[in-house]
């Protein structure tokens, strides 16, 4: 069965970076596109990006540019979010997600798999 | 940016209907999508591309989409219907495809 299995909770200062993993299992690696959306306290769910595991090409949201990275390791059927110069108002659960098959575009469809979370807390 | 408008709360009793909306500039020409968050969880998939059901969930989820609303009709409500809900769309944000989520309805079961 497809899984998603991503890493522990994390408490970083601010204007640390943080890099959160998602392991995929289950299903072809390079087949599929991994999105990372998150959940910050009293909000609802944002986008932030999407890797094709491919060809470790990347798009982020406009808000996160310049600020995430995203990379994979198809050794390990890993993906990789990286977060820079974090603040308090980045203090959120983490969750990575399939989207739509790498034959086509990332902009089609939605997720149809999640992973359970990383909560990334940015206090000093 | 894309919009997309949803209720903060539905509350209905069991076996009743609920309906949540998602309000768009001319959501009607895009695909719609909807998960299901309950707390604490990761969210779950309920209906893709404005009416189709993923496999395993029940037949009493149901979608629509048309003008500028698009609309997730749960029949027959259970207590573990209870959850936040959210649409989804892709849209284009300074010409980059971005996924769009509404606000999140938060639906309780009396």
């Known amino acids: 069965q497809v899984q998603l299995v991503q890493s522990g909770a994390e408490v970083k200062k601010p204007g640390a970076s943080v890099k959160v993993s998602c392991k995929a299992s289950?299903?072809?690696?390079?087949?599929?596109?991994i999105h990372w959306v998150r959940r910050a306290p009293g909000q609802g769910l944002e986008w932030m990006g999407i890797?094709?595991?491919?060809?470790?090409?990347?798009s982020s949201a406009q808000k996160f540019q310049g600020r995430v990275t995203m990379t994979r390791d198809t050794s390990t059927s890993t993906v990789y979010m990286e977060l820079s110069s974090l603040r308090s108002d980045d203090t959120a659960v983490y969750f990575c997600?399939?989207?739509?098959?790498?034959?086509?575009?990332?902009?089609?469809?939605?997720?149809?798999?999640w992973g359970q979370g990383t909560l990334v807390t940015v206090s000093s | 940016s894309y919009v997309l408008t949803q209720p903060p709360a539905v509350s209905v009793a069991p076996g009743e209907t609920a309906r949540i909306t998602c309000e768009g500039n001319n959501i009607g020409d895009r695909p719609v999508h909807w998960c299901q968050q309950k707390p604490g969880q990761a969210p779950v998939l309920v209906i893709y591309y404005d009416g189709d059901r993923p496999s395993g969930i029940p037949e009493r989820f149901s979608g629509s989409n048309s003008g500028n609303t698009a609309t997730l009709t749960i029949n027959r409500v259970e207590a573990g219907d209870e959850a936040d809900y959210y649409c989804?769309?892709?849209?284009?944000?300074?010409?980059?495809?971005?996924?769009?989520f509404g606000g999140g309805t938060k639906l309780t079961v009396l």
């Open positions: 289950g299903y072809t690696f390079t087949r599929y596109y």
């Open positions: 890797i094709d595991p491919s060809g470790d090409n990347m």
């Open positions: 989804q769309v892709w849209a284009r944000i300074n010409g980059r495809p971005e996924a769009a």
């Open positions: 997600a399939r989207g739509q098959s790498t034959s086509g575009t990332y902009y089609s469809g939605t997720f149809d798999y």
